[in-house]
């Protein structure tokens, strides 16, 4: 199909940022690698939209990867960050802005009692890690096939996100002897976790997981599945971890582990807490997160953790999100779009199996139903990246990969919703 819309600008600027950055890009996903064509250079975003330095707009389902839940530079965010900015970017000193932020994530996230920001969800993973294993004084930890939590070494195995998007089986230099204390597991099967710890006694710190994976499209618990773990890391001296980088504050208000009704030790959060701006988190029961220095010896630390800006933008975020009706919003739009796009594709006569949970959705193009990461790459990814590029040129901007959940913002509108689906309908009926 011919490009419908002009993306000479776009290409330029790419082009030049090859020459400049591996790939073009700062994060690998948003090379547009496995969808074929180039990615279109951002201008400028607002509310449910994004227009590209070409003039194109975009209603955009990636909302930079989950921050912008409450519509790209919401007002009341960007005008809390004028505010902010006239006291000045960062001060590497303590501030009040931290407490009131963490007074929020504390009173909202049933597992964290205490917790300390940092600067992504990659960070957060790191620290979490290595407070699971001070504590535990085990080194062994148990994580998910497709499960991404972050590019730190000893998470790069069997990973989700840009490495399952790479089909990369791993990163090299990443040596044998820092993954070989990372065990994995089919998401959803208990029985295999049982086997890991039956096998390796007082050995493994914990159980790491994402409570939705979204790094793998849209992988939901089965019911069980996250009691159970709770259960196993409880009789096996372990800990049990939550990242909710994804998750956080989207699911419900408290995460999945609120919606879910199971209380992990420990919690990682990132984007949504940050508003747009860079913040990471992690924080749990207090007799562990007691240990992180200078409280105790486990020692984590960053030179623009906590900082003003990037706290206001998340304690405005939070108190946008807290109000009445957001999670109810988030949840009927998103069924609304997710039931329309599995309805068109069917009547297209395609394989398809999608589901959403609050502002979160994904979609498989194959037969469910999907529990795990190998039934997960059954989709059919070359039709995924067709759809893709035909979206693009319809002015709906999905995430460039079969592998990555999409999420709803409380900018989108009934109109916008309904413009997507006409897309969908026009792609599915042009592309069979
Ligand atoms: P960051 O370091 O990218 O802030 O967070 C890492 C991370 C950890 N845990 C979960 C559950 C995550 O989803 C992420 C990051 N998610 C990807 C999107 N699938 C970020 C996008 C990107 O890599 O560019």
Redesign the pocket.
């Known amino acids: 199909m011919t490009n419908v819309f002009n993306t000479t600008n776009s290409q330029d600027v790419f082009d030049a940022a090859k020459e400049l950055m591996p790939g073009g890009v700062s994060?690998?996903?948003?090379a547009f690698k496995s969808v074929n064509g180039d990615p279109i250079v951002f201008d400028r975003v607002k509310g449910a939209y994004s227009w590209d330095i070409d003039g194109n707009r975009f209603i955009d389902y990636v909302g930079s990867?989950?921050p912008a839940i409450c519509g790209h530079s919401h007002p009341e965010v960007t005008s809390a960050l004028q505010e902010a900015l006239e006291k000045g970017t960062s001060f590497g000193a303590p501030c009040e802005l931290e407490n009131k932020l963490a007074e929020m994530v504390i009173e909202a996230v049933p597992s964290v009692e205490m917790v300390r920001f940092v600067n992504?969800?990659?960070?957060?993973?790191m620290a979490v890690l290595r407070l699971m294993r001070a504590f535990t004084g085990r080194d062994k930890l148990i994580k998910f096939e497709g499960?991404?939590?972050?590019?730190a070494d000893m998470f790069l195995v069997k990973a989700?996100?840009?490495v399952a998007t790479l089909g990369l089986p791993d990163s090299p230099g990443v040596p044998r002897s820092t993954t070989s204390n990372t065990l994995t597991a089919p998401y959803n099967d208990l029985e295999a976790v049982k086997e890991l710890f039956a096998e390796n006694p007082d050995a493994i710190s914990g159980v790491i997981l994402?409570p939705i994976v979204?790094?793998a499209g849209f992988i939901t618990p089965e019911p069980g599945f996250l009691e159970g773990l709770r259960e196993l890391t409880k009789e096996n001296g372990a800990l049990l971890v939550f990242?909710?980088?994804?998750?956080g504050f989207r699911i419900s208000y408290g995460g999945a582990q609120e919606r879910f009704g199971v209380t992990p030790d420990l919690t990682?959060l990132?984007?949504v807490i940050g508003g747009g701006l860079?913040v990471?988190a992690y924080g749990g029961r207090k007799d562990i997160m007691s240990m992180v220095a200078p409280a105790g010896p486990v020692y984590q630390a960053g030179t623009l953790s906590g900082n003003p800006l990037a706290m206001t933008a998340g304690i405005k975020t939070l108190e946008i999100l807290k109000q009445e009706g957001s999670y109810e919003r988030l949840e009927t739009m998103t069924k609304r779009l997710i039931n329309g796009i599995c309805e068109s594709a069917k009547a297209a006569g395609l394989a398809i199996n999608g589901k959403s949970i609050s502002g979160m959705f994904g979609f498989y193009l194959c037969d469910g139903p999907v529990r795990n990461f190998e039934e997960a790459k059954q989709t059919n990814s070359e039709y995924f990246a067709k759809l893709h590029r035909s979206m693009l040129q319809k002015g709906v901007y999905l995430?460039p990969s079969a592998f990555?959940?999409g999420f709803m913002s409380l900018a989108h509108s009934e109109d916008d919703i309904d413009a997507t689906l006409k897309a969908f309908n026009e792609s599915f009926s042009e592309l069979s």
């Open positions: 994060s690998p996903v948003r990867w989950g992504s969800g990659t960070e957060a993973c499960c991404y939590h972050g590019h989700g996100s840009g994402e979204g790094n990242d909710e980088v994804m998750t990682t990132g984007k860079p990471g995430a990555e959940a």
